[in-house]
């Protein structure tokens, strides 16, 4: 099976702009996870989805917000750039059999997000 | 919520010789510890997983130990090699809930 999908992989905003970063999952896996990875704070939640529907979320401010379509792929929106955004945008997913989101979780490689 | 605490941040180690990676939690509800090995520019990658009704869990040179009395589980390397450096993530969490990640360690395998 092809693994975990991220695109783009390198993305160069300014301040004030938006983003759309999208993930695909390995196929059949239900449940996509989010985390933002920074050199000092290291890798943070921001969210999951399961069935198209947020089902946890982490302590970040309502400018991150995603969405997952009806084939499990996922996509995160970050609006109102700031500097402090700059960092790798980790998605994972996980086959969630009995809905449980701590399945095995596979991450994809990444989108590194500069904000300028 | 849960909070994971990992030790060292940095870990050097003589080829050959083991190495091992602390982590705490405070939810004693968590039932759920993955151990997560990144390389430099690369996706992190789960090496060994452990379920709250295990003690121990090994995987060749890899093992994990879960005390849950105390809070905490430990990653344990045996006979290190230069390919196993790299950042090390440990994890915790309640089932159905969002994984929390410790800081990183950052291991070093000197030849």
């Known amino acids: 099976k092809a693994g975990v999908t991220q695109t783009p992989r390198y993305l160069i905003k300014t301040r004030g702009q938006q983003v759309t970063l999208s993930c695909s999952p390995i196929s059949g896996h239900r449940s996509v996870s989010w985390y933002q990875q920074t050199p000092g704070q290291g890798l943070q939640f921001l969210f999951e989805y399961f069935s198209e529907t947020q089902r946890n979320k982490g302590n970040f401010p309502g400018r991150f917000s995603g969405r997952q379509f009806s084939n499990s792929r996922s996509e995160m929106n970050v609006s109102t750039l700031e500097l402090g955004d700059s960092a790798l945008y980790l998605c994972?997913?996980?086959?969630?059999?009995?809905?449980?989101?701590?399945?095995?979780?596979?991450f994809g490689p990444g989108t590194r997000l500069t904000v300028l | 919520g849960e909070n994971v605490e990992q030790h060292p941040s940095t870990l050097s180690v003589q080829e050959g010789d083991s190495a091992v990676i602390k982590c705490t939690y405070s939810?004693?509800?968590?039932?759920?510890f993955p151990w997560y090995k990144q390389e430099l520019g690369k996706r992190p990658q789960l090496i060994i997983d452990i379920r709250s009704n295990v003690g121990e869990k090994k995987d060749q040179r890899i093992a994990v130990t879960l005390n849950k009395t105390a809070k905490h589980f430990s990653l344990h390397i045996t006979e290190t090699q230069p390919e196993d450096s790299a950042v090390y993530f440990c994890a915790a969490s309640l089932i159905t809930d969002k994984l929390i990640f410790g800081t990183g360690t950052r291991l070093q395998v000197f030849p």
């Open positions: 939810d004693s509800a968590s039932n759920y």
């Open positions: 994972a997913s996980s086959l969630a059999e009995n809905g449980f989101s701590t399945d095995t979780q596979y």
